[in-house]
């Protein structure tokens, strides 16, 4: 009788185990999940910024830039009468880089 006690006692004791290990895994499970949703919402919300604020501003002054010198540069080309260089003048004004 003791030796089937025992086994019932090893039985309840590995059970209990096993009940604390998962119980262990779930709450490491659900934690990482919470974090995960949480983190994702941080990160939309700083890419809705990014291209609802940012771009906007750095696009407008892009185009500020481009309605204030295009007209310029394209008249002076066209009254040099230089076909080929429009295309030029209105990429390097576009780049920023005259």
Not at 39 to 59: L, M, S
Not at 80 to 85: C, E, L, P, S
């Amino acid at each position: 009788m003791s030796l089937l006690k025992s086994s019932e006692d090893i039985n309840t004791v590995s059970s209990l185990k096993a009940n604390i290990v998962a119980g262990r895994i779930g709450r490491f499970t659900l934690t990482g999940i919470v974090t995960c949703i949480i983190g994702t919402v941080a990160i939309f919300e700083c890419y809705k910024n990014y291209w609802n604020t940012i771009i906007f501003r750095v696009q407008t002054v892009d185009f500020n830039l481009l309605s204030h010198t295009l007209p310029t540069k394209l008249s002076y080309t066209i009254i040099q009468k230089k076909r080929f260089t429009t295309k030029a003048t209105t990429l390097t004004t576009k780049n920023g880089s005259r």
